[in-house]
């Protein structure tokens, strides 16, 4: 059995394959859900003085871009609660190249022109995201993802804690500054369902080792890439 995590506002312990953060028995999704909001916050923050066309530690993308990807991830996590929602959780979803593919798709594909207004929508969008987590099913599939298998709700929202937080790192560095989680262990801990995060020493330095992260990434002083 995975870690026992505690139903919030009820007391019922719901069976999640997440290894148990902190090293504590039971983790209430919302002690989870607050290490979400710390990352939206953060990317909140970061994008009052991002400057749009700074180069980012996360490929070619510059921080417009960047900003572009998590309001169109936000979406797809919608998406994906929707159809799970509905009692018809999505198989086959795209994992290494293909999602790759989706994520330059669904950049491409966004409407929203300004970075503020990508900013301002993927904090509406993340923060309605949380509201829905509240009230669903933590032990609910989510999807089926190719090569990985299925993925609860809750196991899901371990994943996103990654996303949020490493990409406000990717914000943080494009304008010289610096972010790291407050609970690292969890956000760590999120990441090794699908296999990042894992190993001896500062888990934070795992995660972004995880996601392929130059620890060492620094603005060009000329603003170049």
Not at 17 to 29: C, L, N, R, S, T
Not at 153 to 172: I, R, Y
């Amino acid at each position: 059995m995975g870690s026992a995590w505690v139903s919030p506002g009820t007391g019922d312990v719901q069976s999640v394959e997440m290894v148990q953060a902190a090293g504590e028995d039971h983790i209430e999704p919302e002690a989870v859900l607050v290490s979400y909001d710390a990352g939206v916050r953060a990317i909140e923050r970061i994008a009052a003085v991002a400057e749009w066309d700074a180069p980012t530690p996360c490929g070619e993308w510059r921080a417009f871009d960047l900003v572009g990807h998590l309001l169109a991830i936000v979406r797809y996590y919608h998406r994906l609660l929707d159809a799970a929602s509905d009692g018809n959780p999505r198989p086959g979803l795209p994992r290494g190249s293909q999602l790759v593919a989706m994520n330059a798709d669904d950049l491409d594909a966004l409407t929203e022109v300004e970075g503020d207004e990508r900013a301002r929508e993927f904090v509406v969008g993340a923060d309605a995201y949380a509201d829905r987590l509240r009230s669903a099913s933590w032990t609910m599939t989510l999807g089926e993802w190719s090569g990985l298998g299925k993925l609860t709700v809750g196991q899901h929202t371990g994943v996103v804690l990654g996303e949020w937080h490493v990409h406000a790192w990717d914000l943080a560095r494009s304008v010289g500054l610096d972010h790291r989680p407050d609970n690292a262990v969890m956000v760590a801990k999120g990441q090794e369902v699908v296999l990042r995060g894992a190993g001896p020493g500062d888990p934070w330095i795992q995660v972004l080792n995880g996601y392929g992260r130059n620890l060492d990434w620094s603005r060009p002083s000329d603003g170049s890439a």
